[in-house]
Protein backbone atom coordinates (compact mmCIF):
# COMPACT_ATOMS: atom_id res chain seq x y z
CA UNK A 1 0.00 0.00 0.00
CA UNK A 2 2.85 2.77 1.15
CA UNK A 3 4.57 1.45 -2.70
CA UNK A 4 1.09 2.60 -3.90
CA UNK A 5 0.83 5.88 -2.36
CA UNK A 6 4.38 6.75 -3.33
CA UNK A 7 3.88 5.98 -7.15
CA UNK A 8 0.34 8.15 -7.06
CA UNK A 9 2.18 11.13 -5.33
CA UNK A 10 5.00 10.94 -8.16
CA UNK A 11 2.08 10.30 -10.70
CA UNK A 12 0.49 13.96 -9.25
CA UNK A 13 3.99 15.72 -9.35
CA UNK A 14 4.29 14.32 -13.15
CA UNK A 15 1.36 14.37 -14.50
CA UNK A 16 -1.11 16.99 -16.49
CA UNK A 17 -4.30 17.76 -17.70
CA UNK A 18 -4.95 18.55 -22.24
CA UNK A 19 -3.22 21.71 -21.44
CA UNK A 20 -0.18 19.88 -20.92
CA UNK A 21 -0.75 17.75 -24.37
CA UNK A 22 1.31 18.72 -27.50
CA UNK A 23 -0.04 15.71 -29.87
CA UNK A 24 -3.17 16.09 -32.07
CA UNK A 25 -4.17 12.87 -32.10
CA UNK A 26 -3.60 12.42 -27.74
CA UNK A 27 -5.30 15.95 -27.40
CA UNK A 28 -8.47 14.69 -29.39
CA UNK A 29 -8.13 11.39 -27.02
CA UNK A 30 -8.12 13.53 -23.97
CA UNK A 31 -10.70 16.18 -24.69
CA UNK A 32 -13.00 14.35 -26.47
CA UNK A 33 -13.03 10.68 -24.68
CA UNK A 34 -11.53 11.00 -21.47
CA UNK A 35 -12.90 14.16 -20.92
CA UNK A 36 -16.52 13.75 -22.44
CA UNK A 37 -19.02 14.87 -19.47
CA UNK A 38 -22.13 13.61 -21.81
CA UNK A 39 -24.90 11.54 -19.78
CA UNK A 40 -24.43 8.41 -22.65
CA UNK A 41 -28.19 6.66 -22.43
CA UNK A 42 -25.78 3.16 -21.58
CA UNK A 43 -24.79 4.58 -18.26
CA UNK A 44 -27.83 3.63 -17.06
CA UNK A 45 -27.37 0.15 -18.43
CA UNK A 46 -24.11 -0.16 -16.52
CA UNK A 47 -25.68 0.93 -13.41
CA UNK A 48 -28.11 -1.44 -13.73
CA UNK A 49 -26.06 -4.29 -14.14
CA UNK A 50 -23.52 -2.94 -11.29
CA UNK A 51 -26.95 -3.17 -8.92
CA UNK A 52 -28.16 -6.33 -9.90
CA UNK A 53 -24.66 -7.55 -8.67
CA UNK A 54 -24.44 -5.78 -5.75
CA UNK A 55 -27.26 -7.42 -4.48
CA UNK A 56 -26.43 -10.83 -5.11
CA UNK A 57 -25.25 -11.84 -1.63
CA UNK A 58 -24.33 -15.41 -2.58
CA UNK A 59 -21.05 -16.51 -2.24
CA UNK A 60 -18.65 -18.39 -5.53
CA UNK A 61 -15.39 -20.14 -5.09
CA UNK A 62 -13.09 -18.37 -7.38
CA UNK A 63 -9.79 -19.78 -8.96
CA UNK A 64 -7.04 -16.94 -9.00
CA UNK A 65 -4.56 -17.60 -11.58
CA UNK A 66 -3.28 -14.33 -11.52
CA UNK A 67 -1.30 -12.64 -8.66
CA UNK A 68 -4.04 -12.93 -6.11
CA UNK A 69 -5.73 -10.24 -4.03
CA UNK A 70 -4.89 -7.76 -1.64
CA UNK A 71 -8.43 -7.63 0.17
CA UNK A 72 -10.26 -11.13 -0.27
CA UNK A 73 -7.95 -14.06 2.54
CA UNK A 74 -10.16 -16.89 0.99
CA UNK A 75 -10.96 -17.88 -2.05
CA UNK A 76 -14.69 -18.40 -0.96
CA UNK A 77 -16.09 -14.93 -1.73
CA UNK A 78 -19.07 -13.10 -2.10
CA UNK A 79 -20.64 -11.83 -5.04
CA UNK A 80 -21.82 -8.62 -3.98
CA UNK A 81 -18.37 -7.75 -2.26
CA UNK A 82 -16.25 -8.87 -5.92
CA UNK A 83 -18.16 -5.87 -7.15
CA UNK A 84 -17.95 -3.74 -4.43
CA UNK A 85 -13.70 -4.10 -3.71
CA UNK A 86 -12.37 -5.91 -6.86
CA UNK A 87 -14.47 -5.24 -9.41
CA UNK A 88 -13.82 -2.12 -12.40
CA UNK A 89 -15.59 0.92 -10.55
CA UNK A 90 -18.50 2.61 -12.04
CA UNK A 91 -16.46 5.28 -13.54
CA UNK A 92 -13.84 3.53 -15.33
CA UNK A 93 -16.62 1.37 -16.21
CA UNK A 94 -17.92 4.25 -18.00
CA UNK A 95 -14.73 5.73 -19.29
CA UNK A 96 -13.87 2.24 -21.11
CA UNK A 97 -17.34 2.81 -22.85
CA UNK A 98 -16.38 6.21 -23.82
CA UNK A 99 -12.76 4.65 -25.03
CA UNK A 100 -14.79 2.26 -27.28
CA UNK A 101 -17.23 4.53 -28.40
CA UNK A 102 -14.96 6.99 -29.82
CA UNK A 103 -12.21 4.34 -31.17
CA UNK A 104 -15.27 2.24 -32.42
CA UNK A 105 -12.98 -0.67 -32.60
CA UNK A 106 -14.81 -3.82 -34.58
CA UNK A 107 -12.97 -6.46 -33.01
CA UNK A 108 -12.14 -6.51 -29.11
CA UNK A 109 -10.20 -8.97 -26.82
CA UNK A 110 -10.75 -9.00 -23.08
CA UNK A 111 -8.42 -10.93 -21.01
CA UNK A 112 -9.99 -11.39 -17.46
CA UNK A 113 -13.71 -11.45 -17.40
CA UNK A 114 -14.74 -11.58 -13.96
CA UNK A 115 -17.81 -10.76 -13.39
CA UNK A 116 -18.44 -9.37 -16.78
CA UNK A 117 -19.02 -5.64 -15.87
CA UNK A 118 -16.25 -4.51 -18.03
CA UNK A 119 -17.79 -6.62 -20.78
CA UNK A 120 -20.85 -5.06 -20.87
CA UNK A 121 -18.84 -1.67 -21.15
CA UNK A 122 -16.95 -2.89 -23.77
CA UNK A 123 -20.13 -4.29 -25.63
CA UNK A 124 -21.90 -1.37 -24.84
CA UNK A 125 -19.58 0.95 -26.92
CA UNK A 126 -19.62 -0.35 -30.06
CA UNK A 127 -22.92 -3.00 -30.48
CA UNK A 128 -21.46 -4.52 -33.54
CA UNK A 129 -18.31 -5.40 -32.38
CA UNK A 130 -16.86 -9.30 -31.90
CA UNK A 131 -15.82 -9.53 -28.22
CA UNK A 132 -13.93 -12.27 -27.10
CA UNK A 133 -13.45 -12.45 -23.01
CA UNK A 134 -10.71 -15.13 -21.70
CA UNK A 135 -11.46 -15.80 -17.99
CA UNK A 136 -9.74 -18.66 -15.87
CA UNK A 137 -12.40 -18.70 -13.52
CA UNK A 138 -15.22 -21.33 -13.97
CA UNK A 139 -17.61 -19.89 -11.89
CA UNK A 140 -17.17 -15.49 -12.37
CA UNK A 141 -17.34 -16.42 -15.94
CA UNK A 142 -20.81 -18.48 -15.62
CA UNK A 143 -21.94 -15.44 -13.93
CA UNK A 144 -20.97 -13.40 -16.34
CA UNK A 145 -22.73 -15.07 -19.02
CA UNK A 146 -26.10 -15.71 -17.21
CA UNK A 147 -26.13 -11.79 -16.50
CA UNK A 148 -25.34 -11.08 -20.40
CA UNK A 149 -26.74 -13.89 -22.51
CA UNK A 150 -28.95 -11.42 -23.70
CA UNK A 151 -26.02 -9.54 -25.09
CA UNK A 152 -25.28 -11.52 -28.77
CA UNK A 153 -22.06 -9.91 -29.75
CA UNK A 154 -19.41 -11.65 -26.10
CA UNK A 155 -17.82 -15.07 -27.17
CA UNK A 156 -17.13 -16.15 -23.72
CA UNK A 157 -14.13 -18.44 -23.31
CA UNK A 158 -13.10 -20.31 -19.97
CA UNK A 159 -9.70 -20.88 -20.33
CA UNK A 160 -6.06 -20.20 -18.71
CA UNK A 161 -5.04 -16.98 -20.83
CA UNK A 162 -1.39 -18.94 -21.69
CA UNK A 163 -3.64 -21.76 -22.97
CA UNK A 164 -5.63 -19.55 -25.35
CA UNK A 165 -2.67 -17.97 -26.36
CA UNK A 166 -0.70 -20.70 -27.82
CA UNK A 167 -3.44 -23.12 -28.59
CA UNK A 168 -5.85 -20.70 -30.94
CA UNK A 169 -2.77 -19.74 -32.70
CA UNK A 170 -4.93 -16.38 -32.52
CA UNK A 171 -7.54 -17.51 -35.15
CA UNK A 172 -9.19 -14.30 -35.09
CA UNK A 173 -6.09 -11.74 -35.59
CA UNK A 174 -5.69 -7.97 -35.29
CA UNK A 175 -7.57 -7.17 -32.26
CA UNK A 176 -8.30 -3.63 -32.74
CA UNK A 177 -8.60 -3.33 -29.11
CA UNK A 178 -7.85 -5.62 -26.26
CA UNK A 179 -7.87 -5.01 -22.46
CA UNK A 180 -5.11 -6.62 -19.96
CA UNK A 181 -6.91 -7.19 -17.25
CA UNK A 182 -6.29 -10.66 -16.15
CA UNK A 183 -2.99 -11.14 -14.46
CA UNK A 184 -0.95 -8.24 -12.59
CA UNK A 185 2.46 -9.63 -12.48
CA UNK A 186 5.41 -8.18 -14.28
CA UNK A 187 6.02 -11.73 -16.12
CA UNK A 188 3.23 -12.27 -17.27
CA UNK A 189 1.81 -8.86 -18.45
CA UNK A 190 5.21 -9.41 -20.64
CA UNK A 191 4.34 -13.03 -22.12
CA UNK A 192 1.56 -11.60 -23.27
CA UNK A 193 2.26 -8.55 -24.73
CA UNK A 194 4.78 -10.51 -26.32
CA UNK A 195 2.37 -13.53 -27.52
CA UNK A 196 -0.06 -10.50 -29.05
CA UNK A 197 2.06 -8.25 -30.68
CA UNK A 198 1.82 -10.06 -33.92
CA UNK A 199 -1.88 -9.14 -34.46
CA UNK A 200 -1.35 -4.86 -33.71
CA UNK A 201 -1.66 -3.11 -37.00
CA UNK A 202 -1.43 0.35 -37.11
CA UNK A 203 -4.90 1.49 -35.36
CA UNK A 204 -4.16 -1.03 -32.50
CA UNK A 205 -5.61 0.20 -28.67
CA UNK A 206 -4.33 -1.85 -25.54
CA UNK A 207 -5.27 -1.05 -22.04
CA UNK A 208 -3.34 -2.30 -19.56
CA UNK A 209 -5.21 -1.96 -15.64
CA UNK A 210 -3.40 -2.06 -12.77
CA UNK A 211 0.11 -0.47 -14.27
CA UNK A 212 1.00 0.53 -10.71
CA UNK A 213 -0.17 -1.89 -8.73
CA UNK A 214 3.30 -3.11 -7.75
CA UNK A 215 6.92 -2.55 -8.24
CA UNK A 216 6.82 -5.28 -11.02
CA UNK A 217 3.68 -4.02 -12.41
CA UNK A 218 5.61 -0.39 -12.71
CA UNK A 219 8.88 -2.58 -14.48
CA UNK A 220 6.86 -4.43 -16.53
CA UNK A 221 5.05 -0.59 -17.90
CA UNK A 222 8.44 0.87 -18.19
CA UNK A 223 9.32 -2.08 -20.64
CA UNK A 224 6.67 -2.05 -22.68
CA UNK A 225 6.91 1.33 -23.14
CA UNK A 226 10.36 1.34 -24.28
CA UNK A 227 9.50 -1.46 -26.99
CA UNK A 228 10.59 -0.39 -30.31
CA UNK A 229 6.87 -1.47 -31.53
CA UNK A 230 5.56 0.92 -29.60
CA UNK A 231 4.81 4.69 -30.48
CA UNK A 232 2.48 6.46 -27.87
CA UNK A 233 1.74 5.55 -24.38
CA UNK A 234 -0.56 7.27 -22.37
CA UNK A 235 0.01 6.58 -18.05
CA UNK A 236 -3.87 7.40 -16.30
CA UNK A 237 -2.57 6.05 -13.20
CA UNK A 238 -4.47 3.36 -13.46
CA UNK A 239 -4.57 2.67 -16.61
CA UNK A 240 -2.13 2.74 -19.01
CA UNK A 241 -2.71 3.12 -22.56
CA UNK A 242 -0.67 1.51 -25.34
CA UNK A 243 -0.80 3.10 -29.26
CA UNK A 244 1.36 1.36 -32.59
CA UNK A 245 0.95 4.58 -34.81
CA UNK A 246 4.20 4.66 -37.01
CA UNK A 247 3.29 7.96 -38.14
CA UNK A 248 3.67 9.18 -34.35
CA UNK A 249 6.91 10.55 -32.50
CA UNK A 250 7.35 8.25 -29.95
CA UNK A 251 6.40 9.88 -26.75
CA UNK A 252 4.96 9.15 -23.68
CA UNK A 253 2.04 11.20 -21.76
CA UNK A 254 1.20 10.84 -17.77
CA UNK A 255 -2.05 12.62 -17.81
CA UNK A 256 -4.93 13.09 -14.79
CA UNK A 257 -8.07 11.25 -15.70
CA UNK A 258 -11.00 11.28 -12.99
CA UNK A 259 -11.68 7.66 -12.29
Known amino acids: MLQLIKSYLKFLKNSTNQHGVHS????SLVTKCFYDNKNYAEYEILKKYRK???TNKDFIEVTDFGAGSRVFKSN???ISKIVKTAGISSKRA???????????????????????????????????SKIISLEGCSNTITIAKSQLQDINNIEFINTRFEDYFQNSKLQTPNFQLIYFDGNHSKKAT???????LPTTTNETVWIFDDIH??????????????????RVTIDTFQWGFVFF???????????????
Open 24 to 27: PFVY
Open 52 to 54: SLL
Open 76 to 78: KRQ
Open 94 to 128: KLLFRVVNYFQPTTILEIGTSLGLATSALSLGNKT
Open 190 to 196: LDYFELL
Open 213 to 230: WSKDMEEAWEIIKKHPKV
Open 245 to 259: RTEQEKEHFVVRVLF
